[in-house]
């Protein structure tokens, strides 16, 4: 082993990072989830997904948030809030949820006008006619998680948030 590898091994190590595995070979979680997590199958709701659409690593993200949340493709549906007007209850009566990534996004579905720093962490509703008191969590957008990691734990917490509310429905 030369110097460049044993000194990545060591700093790997001290992270508790046993051995590179490639995302292609990761396997689902088990079925076993902490109880803090927001994955686990969400079948008592749909969720609402609104804000430009995400592209390259944002849209990896999204996909990543996706399977985090164990949402299958029925169970979900993205918008540009532009699209807004197309929006429709399901017929099959389950309660949702929606999130709006970025601040934009959440002006467009809610009218609030305040900074998004202060809308985080609280719970909105959609003005969309004929769709009364769907909630709406407000979030960072996508493409701010990508260029700040840092913040990515604010989308945990945003997730967490949308899935309390969805539970509570």
């Excluded at 989830?33 to 997904?49: L, M, N, R, Y």
């Excluded at 029925?74 to 999130?99: C, G, M, R």
């Excluded at 959440?106 to 969309?128: K, S, Y």
Aim: hydrophobic content about 40%; cysteine-free.
């Amino acid at each position: 082993m030369n110097t460049v590898s044993h000194s990545n091994s060591a700093l790997l190590k001290e992270m508790g990072i046993s051995e590179w595995i490639s995302r292609d070979a990761i396997e689902p979680p088990p079925a076993e989830v902490p109880s803090e997590s927001p994955a686990q199958s969400t079948a008592k709701g749909i969720w609402w997904f609104f804000g430009s659409k995400p592209k390259g690593d944002a849209e990896l993200l999204f996909q990543n948030m996706i399977r985090v949340l164990g949402l299958r493709p029925d169970e979900w549906l993205w918008l540009e809030p532009v699209n807004k007007t197309q929006l429709k209850k399901p017929d099959n009566a389950l309660p949702i949820v929606s999130i709006a990534f970025g601040g934009q996004a959440v002006q467009a579905m809610t009218g609030e006008r305040d900074p998004l720093d202060e809308l985080r962490e609280t719970i909105l509703e959609l003005n969309i006619e004929g769709l009364e008191e769907i909630p709406l969590i407000p979030s960072l957008s996508l493409e701010h998680y990508i260029t700040k990691p840092q913040d990515k734990r604010l989308l945990w917490q945003d997730l967490l948030l949308a899935k309390s509310v969805l539970q509570s429905l």
